[in-house]
């Protein structure tokens, strides 16, 4: 079963987005992280959740300040860990919780239908939520997270608007088989080839798609690997000469691809589209390096998560608890989806989805000094 894929009106995302750049939480625990958790507090009288990623990345170092914040303004303990092994790492994650009666765990699943017992396993010990990747099929009680096909299809129409008389065209993405990133790499194929939106489309990974004028000449994975990020990047300016257009779909991607564009002099030859806010990425924008980022909300993706789980955990119910989230958002089946933005040096006034760098960068700053 695919994540819904919710198609609203303009004007709802405009709302959306200048709330969600106005209003956010700002109070948060100023602790370092350490390399596989780190926590707010170490009272053992406390409820105590954990944050679960799916890998390290600077895009949940944004996450964890929005877990920290609401770990202080709930007054729960949180415990974040970024497992370095993927799914082997989650499991020993999750099971050391369970023993340890953890009373809550949000999750970025890795693989939905992998990890079926597990997640299902968790659910029967505690409060079990997802967010980034959902696992729908299992007994999680909600995701916090976005639409990734409705946001993978509006980084495919930032593709084309950067290459108006079409091109060749490289994907470069983590893990293809979870969740979001199967959607999100769905929805940027769909619009870049001009197709009517459809999260239940699957493209194979391997091969060229051409449609009209524009070409996906692949879609290279690394595994979450940095250094093979890397060499997919450069590898794929090397093959393809002809190449016009990098996309990056996870956070690390763009700053790769930016780098062997470099390396190869072929900055503003090659346009690059990135997505998620690595400093890199932003300050690539800036430069006028990179074309655009389509971006999430980590940062309200962790604050999300340890406010359900605090309530959940206090024995609130769980719609009186959706209801209470920000009402920027779209609540829909037990999901709470925050909305895609697009990152531009010169942003379009009359598209709301639009938000100027140095704007974003400063208020990211903001939340996470």
Known sequence: MNLPSFRVPPSFWSVCCLCLLLVAPIAFMGCEPAPKGSSTSEDPDKISVAFITNLPASFWDVAEKGTQAAGKEFDVNVEVFMPTDAVAGQKRIVEDLLIKEIDGIAISVIDAEGQMDLLDTAAEGTNLITHDSDAPNSKRLCYVGMDNYDAGYICGEVVREALPGGGKIMLFIGIVDQDNARLRRQGTIDAILGREPDSTRDDNQGGEITKGKY???????????????????????????????????????????????????????????????????????VDGEIY???????YMYGYESVRILAALARGEDLTDVMKASDGTVMIKQNTILFPARIIKKNPDADNKLEVEVGEYWSRLKELTK
Not at 217 to 235: P, Y
Not at 258 to 276: N, P, T, W
Not at 292 to 298: H, K
Request: proline share 5%.
């Open 215 to 285: 070409t996906i000449l692949d879609t290279r994975v690394d595994g979450g690997d940095f250094n093979k990020a890397k060499t997919n990047a450069s590898d794929a300016i090397t093959k393809y000469p002809e190449l016009n257009c990098m996309v990056g779909l996870f956070a690390y991607n763009p700053p790769m691809c930016l780098e062997a564009v470099k390396e190869a002099d072929k900055v503003g030859q090659i346009k690059i589209v990135a997505f998620d806010e690595d400093d890199t990425t932003l300050q690539g924008i």
């Open 292 to 298: 655009a980022t389509v971006v999430q909300n980590p």
